[in-house]
Each structure stands twice: as C-alpha cells, then as structure tokens.
C-alpha cells in the first residue's frame, strides 16, 4: 500500500484526536488536548509530544503509555513516509487493518505471530536461570 492510497491528513486527523482523546483522560491535559486538536500542526505536535508534562506521564496507566507511544510513532511514520508499511516485514499493512488500527505498525501476519510467539529471555553469561 503507497501513501497515495490514503488521505494523509484525515488518518492525521484520526491520529491527533487519539492522542487528544487519550491525554484528556488525565486532569490538566484537557486545555493542551483540546489546545492541539484547535491547531494540529506537524510543528505543535512534535513540540508538545518531546515535551510532555512529566506529571501528566507518572499518572498514566501502563496500556494509556502504550497507546500514546503507538499514536505518536504512526504520526512520525507518516512524517517520514513510512505509514502503511509493516515495521517487520515491510510489506504493506492491510487497509481494513489500519481503518480500524489507525496506529497499527505490523501487519496481521506480523502481528498474530508476536502475540502467538513465547518471549525469549537472554540471560547474561554467568546468570542463573
């Protein structure tokens, strides 16, 4: 899948209201969320996402952290021209996957193996197991 198969600005769109959506979730983000959805420039959102309010942050459950991370590399991959492709394989990432995964970086495939494939430990020479 190319660039071209997407409209680029309403996938940033989707992407930024996420990235509102999830930072209003936590009291004081609510003006900086509502703040950049007014004005979603390629400039406010990677200022602000650089300089996150590390109060804002402690406050984040573990999987909201996740998701935020999720948003903002997709807004850099489409930055950087390579939204739509998977970061394993390369090939493209489904189009009914990113419809409904905007933030998606791994195709099904890719996916569905990660979360089938046991984590693998590497322990240090000397180390017990």
């Known amino acids: 899948m190319t660039p071209e198969d997407f409209d680029l600005r309403k996938i940033r769109d989707r992407l930024v209201a996420r990235r509102a959506a999830l930072l209003a979730r936590y009291h004081d983000a609510q003006d900086r969320a509502e703040e950049e959805l007014a004005t979603p420039s390629r400039e406010v959102i990677d ?3 650089e300089q996150w309010d590390a109060r804002v942050l402690s406050e984040m459950t573990d999987t909201d952290a996740r998701a935020l991370d999720g ?5 850099r ?5 390579r939204y739509g492709r998977c970061a394993v394989c390369e090939q493209p990432i489904e189009p009914a996957r990113l419809r409904a ?3 998606a970086a791994e195709c099904a495939g890719c996916a ?7 984590p693998r430990w590497v322990f240090s020479a000397g180390e017990e197991r």
């Not at 948003?71 to 807004?75: H, R, T």
């Open 112 to 118: 569905r193996f990660a979360e089938e494939t046991p």
């Open 101 to 103: 995964l905007p933030e």
């Open 47 to 49: 200022a602000a996402s």
């Open 71 to 75: 948003v903002v590399a997709a807004i």
């Open 77 to 81: 991959r489409l930055d950087t021209g």
